[in-house]
């Protein structure tokens, strides 16, 4: 073997073995992301979880109003139509998953602050406590995001930049979606009561 | 001595980064009153009590009292604190925060993820308005916090348990640094007295260096693997927080 051929098969196997360590970062990267959703949507399940809880206790107040009910009943139930993989994590999925969460968040921020004119209902230590885990459920829903969104950016990032991007477009890595911080998202938080 | 230095210069990074809130004081303790609230007695013994139940559980209750919460809203300011400080046991997630901001009379408890299960978020609520509220609107701001502490060991009893002496892993750290320690002293045994590096840096300068360094961290760091301190000893080091996370749990109130 001459010298030029040895030079050359050193240099592939750097390449070699810079591409493997490229391509096992990335997975890494792409199991937190994967577990981080994990987290995410047990933290919205979580928030489903305590609505037929909370529509029943509303209920029980006289005359309440009917039409906030039935809007959360349907916000949630499209909410938990909306399931996404954690394979397919891409900007427009996870657009599409925020706005049904967020048309909940929106419904149920509604019926929180007609809730706030039954003084009877709010009085009740049922009430009250729905009202901690809910205020509870939007602040783990809101952790949960950060992180998910920490990790998303440490993904991206590795798979986005050369050349490691020659590596990500080899093995299907792609861009992942971030939550936005949405505009009724940031209303949402009526339900913060006395903080 | 330059890895010493660079070790040093990451603690104080590390310090830096964490500057919004308030710098876990050093050495490291389980009541936090930033605004002296409490009268010395009080303070010493809320502290002892936590300590006690940290030793016999391994579950961190920090209570933590500022002035206010600066431009954060009270639950991002004390996730803040709990995630930075780390409150409870790594793995365990057993930290539980009671934070106090007199000036805006808010309170905040923030549970780590495996407090949860044992404090809800509507017995959160229920313990800062059943028991901190009333407590605090007549002054008795001792009496709360020590019967809030009470009702939440009463409800953490049995979730956790103390950490076994030994059977815990030793961090690669201290490991790093132990070797790094025998290597120095083989290597200053070995070069024999002085000439190293000018004359100041002798042999017996570098041995009484490094042990003291090293075994003020190990100190600190001891409580994070499960050592066993027996915290009796009056405002000595507790060995730190072990480095638990929380997912947002707890609730909110003011009085």
Redesign the interface.
């Given at each position: 073997m001459s010298k030029g051929t040895i030079i050359g098969l050193v240099i592939a196997a750097i390449l070699v073995f810079w591409g493997i360590s490229a391509r096992n970062g990335m997975a890494t990267s792409d199991q937190t992301v994967k577990s981080k959703w994990a987290?995410v949507q047990s933290?919205y399940q979580r928030r489903s979880d305590l609505i037929p809880n909370l529509v029943k206790t509303v209920q029980g107040a006289a005359n309440f109003e009917k039409s906030t009910i039935t809007d959360v009943i349907n916000a949630r139930a499209g909410a938990t139509q909306m399931k996404l993989d954690a394979s397919d994590l891409t900007p427009e999925n996870i657009q599409k998953f925020q706005a049904a969460q967020s048309q909940l968040s929106g419904s149920l921020s509604r019926l929180m602050a007609v809730a706030e004119s039954y003084p009877q209902l709010k009085a009740t230590q049922n009430f009250?406590?729905?009202?901690?885990?809910l205020?509870?459920?939007e602040?783990?829903?809101?952790?949960?995001r950060d992180v998910f969104n920490g990790a998303v950016q440490d993904f991206n990032s590795n798979v986005v930049k050369f050349p490691n991007s020659l590596i990500a477009s080899f093995s299907g890595f792609k861009e992942k979606g971030y939550f936005e911080a949405d505009a009724s998202a940031q209303k949402a938080p009526t339900v913060?009561f006395?903080? | 001595m330059f890895l010493v230095k660079a070790f040093i210069l990451l603690f104080f990074v590390n310090q830096a980064i964490a500057q919004d809130i308030p710098p876990q004081p050093n050495p490291p303790r389980m009541l936090n009153d930033f605004v002296m609230k409490l009268n010395g007695v009080e303070a010493e013994t809320l502290e002892q009590k936590l300590r006690g139940y940290r030793d016999s559980t391994s579950t961190e209750i920090s209570v933590v009292i500022v002035k206010n919460t600066g431009d954060y809203d009270p639950f991002d300011y004390g996730m803040k604190i709990f995630n930075t400080w780390g409150i409870g046991k790594k793995g365990k997630n057993n930290g539980v925060l009671l934070l106090w901001a007199t000036e805006t009379r808010k309170l905040r408890i923030i549970t780590g993820r495996a407090a949860e299960g044992a404090i809800p978020d509507a017995i959160a609520k229920r313990i800062i308005n059943t028991i901190l509220k009333p407590a605090f609107q007549s002054n008795q701001f001792y009496l709360g916090l020590d019967e809030a502490t009470t009702e939440m060991f009463q409800r953490l009893t049995g979730e956790f348990k103390a950490d076994a002496v030994d059977g815990e892993e030793i961090p690669f750290w201290v490991i790093l640094l132990v070797m790094l320690f025998i290597f120095f002293i083989i290597y200053g045994i070995s070069k024999g007295g002085g000439g190293r590096g000018g004359g100041r840096r002798n042999y017996s300068d570098g041995g009484m260096f490094f042990p003291t360094t090293i075994s003020s961290w190990g100190s600190s760091s001891s409580g994070s693997w499960g050592s066993s301190d027996s915290g009796g000893g009056g405002g000595f080091d507790f060995g730190g927080f072990g480095g638990g996370e929380s997912g947002g749990g707890g609730a909110g109130g003011d009085y």
């Open positions: 987290n933290a009250s406590e729905l009202q901690a885990q205020e509870g459920t602040n783990r829903i809101k952790t949960e913060d006395p903080k | -």
